[in-house]
DNA sequence: AACAATATGTCAAACGAATAACATAGAAGA
DNA sequence: TCTTCTATGTTATTCGTTTGACATATTGTT
């Protein structure tokens, strides 16, 4: 059907041997016949199948990108920065959504292998895939503990933590509640918990601490906000991420509450969306694009040398961002 | 390296022959073989190696999906969307953030090709890419002309626009705006403008339109938008896509103009992101989950027949969404 | 017992490209 | 002129899987 490599031999008048050799470079060529084959191959509009390529022994050039769901504005830039990266570095990416779905992920996992990617990079949030232990392709976690000897790219979500919940304690708040995740101990947000705990212990505060199981639509949350808001006095409300930020902001304009007058509130992440569309609130900034370079790189040492040797653990600085919303 | 098929029958006690035949389902086989080698393929996690197989003629079973970034809300649902549905037909998703750049496009294109997808979606905003043309590959493009033979999947734009302006007028707007992006004769967001125009004819209004260039970051849309909003006397502004309208809001907010009172404003797109974190925005829904359904089901009939006749347009009805902000 | 249907095996040729081994020819240098 | 590069060609093998052709058992049916 498509063109192959013996129909650009024929065009340029070589041997199949010598256009291998012009496409990979190797043994003695003439530049007339370098330009001749390109010429050839232009003509032709050849590509060399990558089946065949990648089945004769050459890197398939492909990375799985495993991660909830890039509708959520936080994943959607992190993916899609990692994708530029890679495009710009020769390597496409299979885009493997896992929708807080272990089944997909263990599909996911299944299929990168028969796919012969070179690497993946995995961000979801399920928990319990004792499959990560038997990949023995180049992983890197994001986020996540996988399992042994996979690193994990993350930020420093306890320092996060403290930082906000500081924040919020300097500008007067006294009562302080934390909006966060399901409770699953190795999880990150778990250690933005963390973070609020310690320092609500210091000032000898009430902790409040409000779980929202993940798969909880907004619509949902934004109920549970309004029963927490109307009923609870509370002075400040620290979100573990900044879409729910959002929900209590929009909750809190319909109570009538004052922002940051009547209350407090601080988000965490800070995506370029929300710095964009959302400049008024105060945020705990992940550094999106750190976490992109460091990940790539480490996914390349790897890949390059799979038995090298890498650190468990990377945590990058969080930053905070002081809004008009405390 | 990996697990082989030789392998499987050596483990089974079988043939390799058998094994293929058990894969792929055809010739005689006895429910016992058929057990056995399926115990085999577990016991040793084999994966059928996709590369050989379809470089011996099986389909890849790979789609590549070309948008222009999955960090904007409406591709990231889009995208996610589709990904989700393609996986559970038992395809993989290429992902392919064209980032507004031809080149990268062009290079998208010729990856694909040599990765041998079964066929592309393509919903990217690079105008004149001839390449387009040569594709033998099945394509389905959204709401875009990319050339001869591909159908577009689009919702009805000029309804769209005049359903907006139209509504803004009802609400007693007078002076009516629109905010959209740059003058391409061919674009929805084009057709949008033609609908708005429609309807501020029709009402012997004048018309106001302002052109935002994609490129431009938020922030210097925002700076724009402030001009515009301090000078003119404007009274509603229906922007092209939420986002915009989303700065329009909180310019106006900074500005102490009331919405609606002052100012009405209306987006358009309609995204879950948006209906969940800005309820309050007035806007015109796409029907994305429709999208995403037509489109997968126009290119599986592609993919099935690829001398299939299908219409070159599919255009969507939209449905506008009453907020607060008009 | 004879014949068909079922179940498996052996063998070989693809798929498209990479590459090693070897041959050959011309050009350059001693 | 003889050697050594340099430049190309020829040929065959390999990658892992599919599949067709053909052979050979083992059943089941009448």
Redesign the pocket.
Known sequence: ???????V?KKA?????????V??N?????????DKVHKAMEELN????S???S????STQLIGLIFPTVSHPFFGELVSKMETKLFEKGYKTILCDSANNKEKERDYLKMLAANKVDGIIAGAHNLGIPEYENVELPIISFDRHLAERIPIVSSDSYQGGRLATEHLYQRGGRRIAILTGTNESDSPTNQRLEGYLSVVKEHQLEPMVYHFPLEHSPFLKATEIRQILSKEGIDSVFCTDDLTAILVINTARELGLEIPGNLKVIGYDGTEFVQNYHPQLSTVLQPIDQFVDLLIDLLMKRINNPDIELDNLYQLPVKFVQGQTS
Not at 1 to 7: I, N, Y
Not at 13 to 21: D, K, M, P, Y
């Open positions: 059907m498509g063109v192959k490599l013996t129909d031999a008048g070589v041997s199949a041997t010598t256009v291998s050799r496409i990979n190797y043994g003695y060529l003439s530049q007339k016949t370098i050849y590509q060399p199948n089946m065949a390529r089945l004769q022994g050459k």
